[in-house]
T-cell receptor
Framework: AQSVAQPEDQVNVAEGNPLTVKCTYSVSGNPYLFWYVQYPNRGLQFLLK??????LVKGSYGFEAEFNKSQTSFHLKKPSALVSDSALYFC???????????FGKGTMLLVSP | DGGITQSPKYLFRKEGQNVTLSCEQNLNHDAMYWYRQDPGQGLRLIYY???????QKGDIAEGYSVSREKKESFPLTVTSAQKNPTAFYLC?????????????FGDGTRLSIL
């Protein structure tokens, strides 16, 4: 089975401060890991993915994520938050033996001016 | 521009009525997916299709049906058997899930009960 957990329903950060949105996963094989962002009444937009290789993955809009196999985590990070980063963020995982993605429940990021 | 088009953006269903949500993609992707999004529950997979004329049930297929007669189209029917259909429905596609390609999403259809 594959599963993913986003332990925080909401993360609050001041503009200009670094942000972290947490994600942990469980798979039986090698994971494919993804981060998506959703703005109100819109579909999900792909931010970045980890398939193999370097544990630090860089993506769109200055976001990056670090794959940590021992802690089964894939936290999303950004060095300096913008108010426009305020949105709903989803982590997703696919076990190498599965055909579909499993999404976390989402974390609302609120960046205050 | 290539992408996924979902229509309508808003849809209202009467009791006992079936409604069909449209999903069209011009990305030439093989795999297509339907998800249901409820507040605080993330995305749950309803149905998916990896090739024309073939589709599989996801985690919450009861009360829904799909067809995949053309590569670019994957309509979802919400039947009267679905007792709680109010939700935001998202369609997605991907070129090759086996190679870890990300899914591309449409902008959703919001379904409500009259």
């Amino acid at each position: 089975a594959q599963s993913v957990a986003q332990p925080e329903d909401q993360v609050n950060v001041a503009e200009g401060n670094p942000l972290t949105v947490k994600c942990t996963y469980s798979v039986s094989g090698n994971p494919y890991l993804f981060w998506y962002v959703q703005y109100p009444n819109r579909g999900l937009q792909f931010l970045l993915k980890y398939i193999t290789g370097d544990n630090l993955v860089k993506g769109s809009y200055g976001f990056e994520a670090e794959f940590n196999k021992s802690q089964t985590s894939f936290h999303l990070k950004k060095p300096s938050a913008l108010v426009s980063d305020s949105a709903l963020y989803f982590c997703a995982v696919r076990d190498a033996g599965y055909s579909t993605l499993t999404f976390g429940k989402g974390t609302m990021l609120l960046v205050s001016p | 521009d290539g992408g996924i088009t979902q229509s309508p953006k808003y849809l209202f269903r009467k009791e006992g009525q079936n409604v069909t949500l449209s999903c069209e993609q011009n990305l030439n992707h093989d795999a297509m997916y339907w998800y249901r999004q409820d507040p605080g529950q993330g995305l749950r997979l309803i149905y998916y299709s990896q090739i024309v004329n073939d589709f599989q049930k996801g985690d919450i297929a009861e009360g829904y049906s799909v067809s995949r007669e053309k590569k670019e189209s994957f309509p979802l029917t919400v039947t009267s058997a679905q007792k709680n259909p109010t939700a935001f429905y998202l369609c997605a596609s991907t070129e090759s899930p086996d190679r870890g390609q990300p899914q591309h999403f449409g902008d959703g259809t919001r379904l409500s009960i009259l």
